[in-house]
């Protein structure tokens, strides 16, 4: 079964009670559960700028846009949202478990800049817990797909290393960023690296040049698309910022041995 974090394992539980919400708030609103403990776990996407957590003795941690954090039922504390735009957003999923998870005494940030692999999953769930009334096992089928995804960021953690951590902004920009036109010399300021110590470090560290690990994401965003939506194969060769679409059909055939079309006729 899937890790949930480096102590929290998914191993003989059952998960019930599944079901996601789009927060939206003003700024610097706030809820709490300093009078009651949490009646439930939670995942939860940042959306806004930045969140701050009080807890019942006083302390308090901030957590920031595109974290992913764990929250732990029974726990006491306090949540403010932060950020520049009147609505302030994140993406809750709740659940509960048979069987014990083991004891976490405050929130824990999973992924520090997830990815669309993430926000899909939750907006999925949303989406499905708030218009389709057989909603059930969809929501099931999506919840164990993001424990999945979880388990493989937390027990293949890359960015390990003095090296690898010198290009974690740029891994970081990269991952946050795989629907826009990506250049390398602007990921090697971010590191404040030159072009060339930049390829060489990101090499060494992923075993793929910095193009081949960016259309590696973009080509899973693309395949996410043709599975899950209707969006033409030309729009999304266009918003995923391939430079034509015979390049894009060349590497799609390459990674998933299939041709977008196909692809996307067996997926349905």
């Known amino acids: 079964m899937p890790h949930l974090s480096e102590n929290i394992t998914a191993a003989d539980i059952v998960f019930f009670n599944v079901y996601g919400l789009h927060l939206r708030w003003t700024k610097q609103s706030s809820f709490s559960y300093m009078q009651s403990p949490r009646p439930n776990h939670g995942f939860m996407y940042i959306l806004c700028d930045k969140i701050e957590v009080e807890y019942k003795n006083g302390e308090k941690e901030s957590f920031f846009k595109n974290n992913l954090i764990y929250i732990p039922e029974g726990l006491y504390y306090s949540v403010k949202f932060f950020g520049e735009s009147e609505s302030l957003d994140a993406l809750l999923i709740n659940f509960s478990v048979l069987g014990e998870l083991p004891r976490c005494n405050g929130i824990k940030r999973l992924v520090s800049s997830a990815d669309s692999s993430y926000s899909d999953r939750f907006y999925k769930i949303v989406s499905l817990y708030t218009n389709t009334k057989n909603h059930k096992y969809g929501i099931m089928e999506q919840f164990y797909a993001l424990l999945v995804r979880l388990s493989s960021h937390l027990e293949n953690k890359t960015i390990s290393s003095p090296l690898h951590k010198s290009i974690l902004p740029a891994v970081n920009y990269i991952n946050s960023h795989v629907n826009e036109q990506i250049y390398i010399p602007e990921l090697a300021k971010k590191c404040l690296l030159s072009e060339s110590a930049f390829r060489k470090r990101f090499l060494e560290s992923f075993k793929k040049s910095p193009a081949e690990y960016i259309s ?53």
Request: charged share 30%; net charge positive; aromatic share 16%.
């Open 216 to 268: 590696g994401l973009k080509l899973e965003k693309a395949a996410e698309l043709l599975k899950n939506t209707d969006v033409p194969i030309c729009r999304i060769v266009s918003e995923l910022g391939f430079y034509d679409s015979a390049y894009f059909y060349k590497l799609f055939k390459k990674k998933f041995g299939t041709t977008p079309s196909v692809y996307r006729e067996s997926a349905n």
